[in-house]
Structures are given as structure tokens and as C-alpha cells.
């Protein structure tokens, strides 16, 4: 049995409660920016053992949120995010081994060099310090979040959605064992103990400086909401608007497998594809099978005057559909005057996170991936390649489609900082 | 002759002046994105041209200035960096073709890997976007700034101090002479055209998502007021509370070199000495000859009891001088107990820019350089070494303290950002 939710919510005082949470995190993070790797996995190697060891207690609370979220009158695809079961435990602690695993980007120097009167300068990867993140009612992403951050040498304030309270606060359990059997603070992992709203306009507003970043994860509306009122820099992306074009030079066969892959694989994910923009140079070939093929596979087409011509089951796009991002089994689709006016649409329409170029002209390709302003940009290859464990980086806690610090997918490299670390022997400067 | 002043001022609608201003640079922020080295640096050496060539108009320009700036009573020091004279300018110049002769940052590789499926991914620095600089009436920053943007491929928003603004002007009319001879957008460098207050808190806001980033340069009034209100991104430092610290090990003549060196080679800058602190361990053979060596050399001294001790000269040190930045020949010093209480002191007090050690004990400095959480630490050095043309950065536009994307000395690798450039052969997602 799970203990019942701690009844502060509505009744203490929240800013007295995050303030102080917020200055327990500052100064665990200042342990953890000196803990060496080894300690470090040592703890995160513990967390996944006492997810495993929990996993009872885990499924308990969560049944719990299931139920509450059910005698609301949650919708099914809802519970289905919330809900856990001994696949998706298992899933969680393994996780948190992949992170184990992952090189440590603390103390790397990326770069160095020596002045001309002998001076050694280095640039070293060090945390960024404290890391807020807000999601909904994913109880995984406590675990996912929290451990990314350690391993970064950063301190977490986790707060997620109330209806996963007690799944989380079970999970959180678990990764405070993992500190203390690693003699690390508590605190470098917080889990904020109030439902109440408030929690989340204090951490907006960086808790005296004791947040660097926020880090939003889940829906438009929260990120959205995270983005307007944050006073401290937020790594997101809003909308995934992303974009296929296909060159007049592209092979067809290519074009056609891609964006199968592109829109059809998951269509709930950032990096599925949402337009589908064709060369009007090779429309006579190109067009009708791919519509037919996407048609054909259960996708709902929403194409402009030259795409409904080709198939009667295209609906027309309004000006609407160009800046929408369907996480669906839809996608707009349009015929171009070439690769220029592909760049402008994507331009003028795009969200800068993720795009693509169908060619075999591999000039027209350099232009596609110099020009357009996105965090991804590709060559012949699928969308949904935007993700972090396709980068190679292990594990990511979200795409960011801000030009500052972070862009693209957010590992653990992006969570950290740098300094400057001089060696002299006595230089003076003249 | 410089022509009179427009006369918007207090009249116009600034808001849709400074829009229409935002627009514009954002437009010429995505030419300067794709413009080469080439011509961004023929721009460069046509501005310098134009500067020298124009060398009498700006001193014209700078006269009235001067002129209206003493008859409302303004001190000397500030007139005197409000002055041009021949020399000033021909430096103005030279500092352009200084960062002329700069590498070009857009376009490097970072990062290259090719992922198990055969995709080659590289991580490719782009320009950061728009940069808006509010500084105060120092009319080479006119061209310091606005230049440095344009090298990596950004656009500028200059906001100069209202006492230089003919000044200003007049060198802003050079750059432009400089951008149309090598046929890149005028808005590419755009100088705010009204001394109204309120086109800085459009600035601030951010003009309409067209500001990426600002970049205060000028006294504490200034950043503060930037650091407070601005709802983009900020690259800039408030204080530079910078120490020394003297560790038992440290020899003796290298301390008083570079302690000399840190104070009192110029006082007025971000990188100079403001606290001495000196091990216990030491003090009996290191902390007189230092105090003497200060005092004779005609710096002000607030010590506590113990520094006190060594010299009737010395004036009590009170809590606020701990953190204060004087600027100026007075420094705080303090006798410690041992590298710990240093480190801690630092902490407490400091304002994360610059701080060294002298030692001649590795494990000393290794403690030092890791523990102290500052943009530049440094180990047997000045400290006014912290400086982007020391580092060999060329120029810089400042140095920032904020921990995320530019941290130390900002030179046109920090005016960057980076894409994900993804090249394949028609690779799809499992």
C-alpha cells in the first residue's frame, strides 16, 4: 500500500514550500557538480535495482491514480498514458541502466589551446546546476527526466501532472534510494509534493534564481503555457510542423518509402511528417503515387488544387492546414515551383524543428540543408530520425526549437555548461 | 556637417517604429545567414574604409555631441569617453579589420558521427539570429558590435546612449556605406533612430519574437536594468567580484606579480582583482609584503582584523566590502582558513566571473579550478587575463556570467548557434 498523498495541497504555504526546495536543489547540485561519474552510475545503478525491488508498491500507486483518473471520467487514451504494468516498470529501470551507461559529459574539455606567452586555456564541460522540469501524468518521465539530469551533474525539480501523483511520488521513492546508497543528497532529485497549481507559477518564476532551466514535457497547452510565462530560459519545442519535400531530382521509389516512414510510422510522435510538399518538375510522375500510396495506407490527404486532382478521396487544404501539426493520420500536401518556393513554404509555415529533402542532386541538397532554418535538417533520410536515441545520444528529455544552448535533441551533453580553465606559470598581462 | 537630428523623438509611435525595425533585421538575418565569408568581410573592409574616409564628418558629428553633452554639465570622465579624436577613429577602423581578418564561425563542423544505419549526422554552427546591443554613449561601440555581429552572419539592433547619438550616426552612416558596397541589406547593422527611452523597453520585449538575443554593454544601471526586464535571452555580467586567492603554497614573487598585476595594471575593468585572499597557513611569511606591496603602490586597503594587523595603513573591512566590485585602487583582503574556506568564500560573495589561485601545488590548484564555479578560473595567472582578445578570441562583445550558451568572453563563436545537418541514402526508421 502506497501512503496517502501528503495534504499540504491548497493549505501551506507554496512559496515558502518551493523556495525551500529550491534552495536544496541549488545546494545539491553543487555536490553533484564535484561527484565523480563512478558515483554517479553507482547511484543510478541503484535506482533501477529499487525500481525493480518496488515495483509492487510502484503498480499499487499506480492502480490508485488509474482509479481516481477513471472515476473522473478520464478518456481511454489517457489512462492508457498513465497506466503502468510490469512491462512498462521493467521498461522504466532499464531505462535508467541506458543512462547508467552513457558516457559522463562533466569535466570533458572540448576545447583547448595554448596562448602565445604559454598560458593553457581549456573549455570543460561542466552542469548547468538546477533543472526544472513540469510534465503531465506520465509517471515514466520522473524517472526518464530525473536521471538524465544526475548524470549531467545537474540537481532536479520534478514536478508531473496530479493524476500520476502517487505513481510518481512511488517512483521518486525509488530513485531516492538510489542516492542514498550512493551517499548522495536527496535533494539532488525533488519531487514537488503539492497538486496544487501554484508550485507551477513559482517554478515559471525560477524560485530566486535556484532554476537555470525548464524543461516542459507534454502537450501543446502546458508547453505553451511554460513558454509565455517563464522567466527563466525553457528547452522545448511547441509544434513539430515538419516537412518532406520532393525534389523534381528525387527517385521515386525513394520519395515513397520515406515518406511512408515519415508520416506513417508513428504519427503521434514530433518527428512525424505533417506536409508533403512536391516539385511541380516531377508532379506528373511523382504525385499520384505517392497520394495513392499514402491514401492507401490510411492516411487522410488535405492536398491544394494540383494535389485533389490527382485522387477524389484528397480533401481541399484550407490556409489552416499549412501551419498544422496533425500527431495524426493526415497531412497536407501541396505541389511546389521548385526547391525556392519549397524553402519559402517551409519558411513561412515551419516550426524550425525537423525537415527533409527527397534528391539525387546533390547540389540541390546542400541548398535544402543551408537554407532552411530548422534544428534538423535531412538528406534522404526519414523525419522520424528526430529523436535523441537515433542521434546516438542514449537517452533525451525532448526536442528544443530555441536557438539558444540547446537545439535539436536535448541528452545529457546539452544539459551541461562550460568554463574556462587557465594553467599558468606567472603570466601578467602587459 | 552632420545633418540635424530627426525629430521623431517623443513624437512618432515607437512601437511601430521599433517593430518595423525588428522586421527588417530579421529579414536581413536570413540574408546574412547564407551570405559567404567573403562577402561579409568585403562589407568589413569597405566599412573600415568608409570609417577613415568619413573620419571628418564623425569628428564633426562627435564636436556637436561633446558640445551639447558639457553644456548639460557632464562630468569629465564621461566626456572623455564620449570623445573621438583621429587617433579614436583610426582605431574605430583598425577594429574592424581586426575582425575581418577573423575566422568565420558559420558553417564550421562541431561535431560529425555516422550512425549504424549509415546516416551521417554533423552538427554545423549557425548564426544565432538578431542581436540586439543596448549600450551607453561610447560611439565606438557602434562599430565594435555591430561588426562582430555581422561576422557571424547576425543582424544588429544598436541602441547607443542618447549623448553619442550624432556620433553614432555618423559611424552607423559608414557601416551602411560598408554593407551597400558589398550588396548586403542596410538593415543588416540598424541604429535605433530616436532618443525616446521607450524603443529600449521594445527592445527588451523582445520586438515580436525578433530579438534572439541582447547584449547590454555599459555600467550597472544599465544591465541591471536589462537583466530585470528583458523577455529574450541576455549575454552580459552584472559585477566582476573577482579574487585572488594566495594559497600556502604559493611562492612568494609569483603572488606579488600577479597580485600587483590583478589590481592595478587597470582598475576599471571586469577582470580586476577586487578581494585578496590569503591562507592562514602563509600569512606570517606572504600576507605583509602583499598588504606593503598594494599600499606602496598606492592602493586602498580594507582588511580584516587580521590584514589590519600588519599595516596601520589598512581600513577596517566592512561585510559590503566583500562583495563589492570597487573599479577603482582599493581592494578587500581577508585572511582564510586554507583553500576550503576560500572556495566557500567565493562562493558566497562572488559573482561567478573571474578567480584565480596561486599555488605551486597542483592538487591545490586542481581543487580550485574545479570547486570554484566561475566563467575563468585560473591557476598561477592575472586575472586580467579575462578578456575575449587575451583568449585569443580576436574581438569580443563582452563577457557573459549567465550559464547558458555563451559564457566568458562572447566572441563571434558565441554569437553562433548550430543545426543537425543529416545525410542519407534513403534510410527510414525500424
Redesign the interface.
Known amino acids: 500500500m502506497t501512503a496517502p498523498l501528503k495534504s499540504i495541497d491548497g493549505t501551506g504555504d507554496i512559496s515558502v514550500l518551493m523556495a525551500g526546495i529550491g534552495r536544496e536543489a541549488r545546494a545539491a547540485a553543487?555536490v553533484l557538480?564535484?561527484t565523480p561519474a563512478e558515483q554517479k552510475d553507482r547511484a543510478l545503478t541503484a535506482m533501477a535495482a529499487a525500481v525493480r525491488a518496488r515495483k509492487a508498491a510502484i503498480l499499487a500507486a499506480n492502480a490508485e491514480d488509474i482509479a481516481e483518473a477513471k472515476a473522473g471520467g478520464a478518456a481511454k487514451a489517457y489512462l492508457d498514458r498513465l497506466a503502468l504494468n510490469e512491462a512498462r516498470v521493467e521498461g522504466v529501470a532499464a531505462g535508467i541502466e541506458v543512462v547508467a551507461a552513457l558516457k559522463d559529459p562533466v569535466g570533458q574539455v572540448t576545447e583547448a589551446?595554448t596562448?602565445p606567452n604559454g598560458?593553457r586555456?581549456e573549455r570543460v564541460r561542466?552542469p548547468?546546476?538546477v533543472i526544472g522540469i513540469i510534465y503531465e501524468s506520465r509517471p515514466n518521465v520522473t524517472a526518464d527526466a530525473g536521471v538524465l539530469c544526475l548524470k549531467a551533474g545537474n540537481a532536479a525539480i520534478l514536478r508531473g501532472g496530479s493524476d500520476s501523483a502517487r505513481s510518481s511520488r512511488a517512483i521518486h521513492a525509488a530513485l531516492e534510494e538510489g542516492l542514498r546508497a550512493a551517499g548522495l543528497p536527496e535533494a539532488a532529485i525533488s519531487l514537488v509534493p503539492t497538486r496544487d497549481r501554484a508550485a507551477v507559477g513559482e517554478m515559471l518564476a525560477g524560485l530566486d534564481g535556484n532554476i537555470?532551466?525548464i524543461v516542459p514535457r507534454g502537450g501543446k497547452g502546458l508547453v505553451a503555457r511554460v513558454q509565455a510565462e517563464a522567466r527563466v530560459?525553457v528547452f522545448a519545442h511547441l509544434d513539430g510542423n515538419v516537412h518532406v519535400y520532393i525534389d523534381k531530382a528525387a527517385?521515386l521509389d525513394?520519395a515513397k518509402?520515406?515518406v511512408?516512414?515519415?508520416k506513417m510510422?508513428r504519427t503521434g510522435v514530433c518527428g512525424a511528417a505533417e506536409t508533403l510538399l512536391v516539385d511541380r518538375a516531377c508532379a506528373a510522375t511523382h504525385l499520384k503515387p505517392l497520394i495513392e500510396m499514402l491514401l492507401d495506407a490510411g492516411c487522410e490527404i488535405r492536398g491544394d488544387k494540383a494535389v485533389q486532382a490527382v485522387d477524389n478521396r484528397v480533401k481541399p487544404a484550407s490556409e489552416e492546414d499549412w501551419s498544422t501539426e496533425y500527431l495524426d493520420a493526415i497531412i497536407a500536401a501541396k505541389v511546389v515551383d521548385g526547391i525556392d518556393d519549397a524553402i519559402a513554404h517551409i519558411?513561412r509555415y515551419g516550426s524550425h524543428h525537423t525537415d527533409a529533402i527527397i534528391t539525387d542532386d546533390q547540389a540541390a541538397?546542400d541548398k535544402f540543408?543551408?537554407?532552411v532554418?530548422?534544428?534538423?535538417?535531412?538528406?534522404?533520410?526519414?523525419t522520424?530520425?528526430a529523436d535523441g536515441g537515433?542521434?546516438?545520444f542514449g537517452a533525451e528529455i525532448g526536442i528544443a526549437t530555441g536557438?539558444?544552448?540547446a537545439?535539436?535533441p536535448v541528452g545529457a551533453e546539452q544539459l551541461t555548461?562550460?568554463?574556462?580553465?587557465?594553467?599558468?606559470?606567472?603570466?601578467?598581462?602587459p
Chains 1, 2 share one sequence.
Open positions: 553543487r557538480a564535484l589551446w596562448r598560458m586555456v561542466v548547468l546546476g537555470d532551466v530560459p527517385s525513394m518509402t520515406i511512408l516512414n515519415a510510422r519558411e541538397a540543408l543551408a537554407q532554418d530548422s534544428a534538423i535538417v535531412l538528406h534522404n533520410a526519414s522520424q530520425f537515433e542521434f546516438g536557438r539558444l544552448h537545439r535539436g555548461t562550460f568554463k574556462y580553465r587557465i594553467r599558468g606559470t606567472g603570466q601578467i598581462r
